[in-house]
């Protein structure tokens, strides 16, 4: 049995369903993605009806789910940004209005129970999952059970964005091992790179014109960060953007001491 983590998988349903196959996830293992499924790729609205059907994949609610959640409600601060051309949701967007209003209702009513954060105890460590800030008084928790602002800053805030920022220390004083995704990979390290501390937003065409791509989960073991978004938000299958993909982190087999072979990658 092995514990798995993933996340901002855009829509990719094809990656998402290559995943699966390859690590021979069963029913002893678990899954757990934190956050955007959607938006960007093509069949966002597949791998939400996917993953809600299998007893053992936990998701967690990220930027894109919140967009979808306050746009269809219109409750919220986000639902605005969800079909904006930098956001991505219109595909998303328009698949959902497509889906008899049944299945419409069950994609909602699962919005609604999507964790904020989970907390893990494998070995001697606690691990956080969530998609990017987190709350520190807190656990495992339901999106639905906190406050919205806090809510919104868990999906939103990031160490490697120059607004929406929460610092890398964070992580490290809260004392827990962090898995989170949000900003790509390939961005980090082009700011690591040109000595940056941090960057604006992720776009499509900003990840194209970063240079060297790197398509590796990026570890920052000082402040008990990783951040396993491999930029699934600029991946395209006809041109494969800068390595753009995703990763898997098998949380079992890091906790274990095995990180050499603890991520795979699919792109």
């Known amino acids: 049995m092995s514990i798995y983590v993933c996340g901002d998988i855009h829509g990719q349903y094809q990656l998402y369903k290559e995943m699966l196959d390859d690590i021979g996830f069963g029913p002893g293992d678990h899954l757990f993605i934190i956050g955007d499924m959607i938006d960007r790729g093509p069949e966002g609205i597949r ?21 979808m959640y306050d746009s269809i409600t219109g409750t919220g601060e986000t639902g605005e940004f969800w079909a904006m051309w930098n956001n991505g949701g219109g595909v998303t967007r328009d698949a959902y209005y497509r889906l008899p209003s049944k299945a419409q209702r069950d994609i909602l009513a699962y919005l609604e129970k ?16 969530s998609h990017s800030s987190f709350l520190e008084a807190e656990g495992t928790v339901k999106w639905q059970d906190v406050p919205y ?53 992720t776009t499509e065409s900003a990840i194209e014109k970063i240079t060297p791509a790197v398509p590796a989960a990026y570890i920052d073991a000082e402040n008990h960060l990783i951040n396993i978004d491999l930029g699934c938000a600029a991946y395209a299958p006809d041109r494969k953007t800068k390595n753009a993909g995703l990763c898997c982190m098998n949380l079992s087999a890091y906790a274990e001491g095995a990180s050499a072979e603890a991520f795979t990658y699919y792109r």
Request: aromatic letters at 12%.
């Open 149 to 201: 602002r806090g809510v919104n800053k868990t999906v939103w805030d990031s160490p490697w964005r120059s607004f929406e920022h929460v610092p890398a220390e964070k992580y490290r004083e809260d004392g827990r091992y962090h898995i989170i995704g949000h900003v790509p990979v390939q961005r980090i390290y082009a700011a690591m790179e040109r000595e940056q501390e941090y960057f604006g937003q």
């Open 47 to 67: 791998i939400l009806q996917d993953a809600m059907y299998r007893s053992n994949v936990a998701c967690l609610i990220g930027n894109h789910e919140l967009m």
């Open 114 to 129: 999507l964790y904020l954060q989970v907390e893990l105890k494998l070995g001697d460590q606690t691990w956080l999952l």
